[in-house]
């Protein structure tokens, strides 16, 4: 997945009228302004109630179904391999959301200063903050990718990291 993949995809979401914020690998690397390696998907995040919006543009633009998990998360690929993995957020009045997560009394927690803008190709796109994409780098054994992008944001940022 490039950059210009994901601008592609963000501008066929955004035609459709959908919120959208990038989380994941590419969200740490909109919040850096730069690309800092190479990505297998996209993660992004809507608004729950904007999903039917969400898969008719994305279906249209010759994505299909390859992973269903909901109410926690779905996946879409198309031909060209691309992969987005797609989390459905609740929003609260005070701009917060939570996620539903496989324990039903624990959900994913967004508060609402997470939501913020970062950039790529140059160009503006929302994305997560540093401290929601350490939160959810947590309670699991790191990868090396984890590792790297935890490493970029203590760095840049100067936030405690999990790992």
Known sequence: MTGDD????????????????????????????????????LDLMHRQEQEDIVVAALTGAGFTETL?????????????????DLHPLVFAADGSATQASTDPDEPFRYPAECFVTGEIEHSPVGCLSAEQQAYFHQGYD??????????????????????
């Open 6 to 41: 994901v601008l592609e995809i963000l501008d066929v979401l955004r035609k459709a009228g959908a919120d959208i914020w990038i989380g994941g690998g590419w969200g740490i690397d909109a919040l850096l302004g730069t690309q800092t390696r190479a990505h297998r998907d």
């Open 142 to 163: 790191p990868t090396d990718r984890d590792r790297q992008d935890m490493a970029q944001l203590r760095k840049a940022f100067n936030i405690k990291t999990h790992f």
């Open 68 to 84: 269903d998990w909901r109410p926690i998360r779905f996946v879409v690929t198309d031909a060209r391999g691309r992969e987005i």
